[in-house]
């Protein structure tokens, strides 16, 4: 059986956490292929809350094999502090549920400097990153320059590439930056340090992934950030440094294409976006500061306040028509409850023209007006919905214009944090 895709259709936090950890129930693997600790995936069981950015989120089943791809970047401080977290309550008992890509590539305390750094210099024009230094250890993996879970594992090889990036990172840091240059030693023994934590869960996650596929195990590759902050396809520069699309999950998991079946694309009720760039539908009034404190709107990773917005059909239907969305899971409609009435931006209109999609030159994302569609709303609190006969009149039509508007079909409602405020209307493998 092919394995199974969960993307994030937006700007990210969809809700992708919550969805993966309910399809858990039923997977075999679970395995993160790209980014890093951008990344923050709330799950809430039997109301205790796990924020996961690096281990997958099948984690809390017992059981459960989570994988860490060779896509993935992977900064160990962060991710060795998550395993000591998920043990000291419990999960993770064995160490053969955690499998961690040789051939990641590992954040340097000199990425997260460099990424800060410019950030604070761009001022006005900041990207808005999670300043955990992703952007520039995916630059050192494309050119070249990057040092991977398994050099570690080399003495003198790694010795020696520390020291060579060091030089040329240092006179970056200090030269251009205006920061202090950082010391060799102490990372180097830092990360000597990581290296002993990460030994038992070294693999090679790509062949463990095809042979787990082939002995029938069911197998769920779980995307971070979402389609508009994908490095080729979103808001360009306003993105992240990784490929957030559904095939970007067979290479970063390292499988091939035809092994990618059923795609699940998460789409939160509304739309926000947390740092900079574009965001036709914002709010920033009072209905915007609505929704951020209903739907708890506070970044998972960073605690910043996430920008919100009405529903955006034009960028959601973007991902399904990019990732091939075969179904939707539709999060966060519970916090809809009480606004009237709804709207849905169902094109944009950029200098007379009516949009479907969005477009791709950066000049032309500020001058779009979304086009609005207005739908009656309801009052009644969700919390109870069993089935999509439960809810309230309008709340259903909501759901079936946004399935119409994105071109895909609803597969799941989610109406609160928990596990089982769900309702599924379809299998997802
Ligand atoms: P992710 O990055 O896509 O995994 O999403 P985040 O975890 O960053 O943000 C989603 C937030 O919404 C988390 O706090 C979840 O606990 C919460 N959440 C998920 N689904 C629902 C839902 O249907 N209703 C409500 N009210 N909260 C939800
Ligand atoms: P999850 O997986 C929301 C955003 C940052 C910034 C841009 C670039 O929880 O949905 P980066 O640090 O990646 O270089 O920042 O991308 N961003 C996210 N926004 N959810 C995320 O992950 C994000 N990961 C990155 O806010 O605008
Ligand atoms: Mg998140």
Redesign the pocket.
């Known amino acids: 059986m092919p394995a199974t895709v969960v993307i994030?259709t937006q700007w990210?936090?969809?809700?992708?956490?919550?969805?993966?950890d309910l399809l858990a129930a039923d997977a075999d693997v679970v395995v993160r292929f790209h980014g890093g600790n951008n990344?923050?995936?709330?799950?809430?069981v039997n109301g205790e809350?796990t924020?996961l950015n690096l281990v997958p989120?099948g984690v809390l089943h017992p059981g459960r094999v989570c994988m860490i791809g060779p896509g993935v970047v992977i900064d160990p401080e962060v991710l060795v502090g998550e395993i000591d977290a998920l043990r000291a309550r419990g999960y993770l008992a064995d160490d053969a549920w955690l499998r961690v890509s040789e051939q990641a590539h590992l954040i340097m305390p000199y990425h997260r400097a460099i990424d800060r750094a410019r950030e604070r210099l761009r001022g006005t024009e900041a990207i808005g990153t999670t300043g955990r230094g992703i952007g520039p250890a995916y630059e050192d993996k494309v050119n070249r320059s990057g040092i991977r879970v398994g050099d570690l594992f080399d003495e003198v090889g790694f010795r020696e590439a520390l020291r060579t990036n060091l030089r040329e990172k240092n006179a970056y840091l200090e030269a251009l930056l205006g920061e202090a240059p950082l010391a060799f030693d102490a990372i180097h023994e830092r990360y000597l340090g990581y290296r002993e934590r990460l030994r038992p869960f070294l693999a090679d996650t790509g062949a463990e992934l095809r042979a787990a596929l082939a002995a029938g195990r069911r197998v769920l590759l779980e995307g971070?950030q979402?389609t508009m902050l994908d490095v080729d396809h979103g808001t360009y520069p306003y993105v992240t440094s990784s490929s957030c699309v559904a095939s970007a999950a067979a290479a970063g998991a390292g499988l091939p294409a035809r092994a990618l079946g059923r795609v699940v694309g998460?789409a939160?009720a509304y739309t926000t976006r947390v740092g900079g760039g574009p965001f036709p539908t914002e709010l920033t009034d009072a209905l915007g500061e609505r929704l951020r404190a209903?739907?708890?709107?506070y970044?998972?990773?960073t605690g910043r306040p996430r920008r919100c917005g009405w529903f955006d059909a034009v960028v959601v239907r973007q991902a399904v028509a990019f990732s091939g969305v075969d179904g939707i899971a539709l999060?966060?409609?519970?916090?809809l409850s009480g606004m009237d009435p709804v709207r849905m931006c169902v094109a944009y209109e950029l200098g007379g023209r009516r949009l479907e999609l969005p477009p791709h030159a950066r000049h032309a994302w500020p001058r779009v007006k979304p086009v609005y569609e207005d739908m009656p709303g309801w009052r009644e609190s969700l919390g109870g919905t069993k089935s999509l006969d439960d809810l309230p009149g309008n709340a259903r039509r909501y759901v079936e214009r946004l399935a119409v508007l994105v071109g895909a079909p609803i597969a799941l409602l989610?109406?609160?944090?928990q596990r089982d405020?769900?309702v599924r209307l379809a299998d997802l493998f």
């Open positions: 994030g990210g936090d969809e809700g992708k956490g919550k969805i993966v990344a923050g995936h709330t799950l809430v809350k924020i989120a971070a979402g998460i939160k209903d739907g708890d709107e970044g998972a990773t999060t966060k409609l519970d916090v989610s109406i609160g944090a405020q769900t």
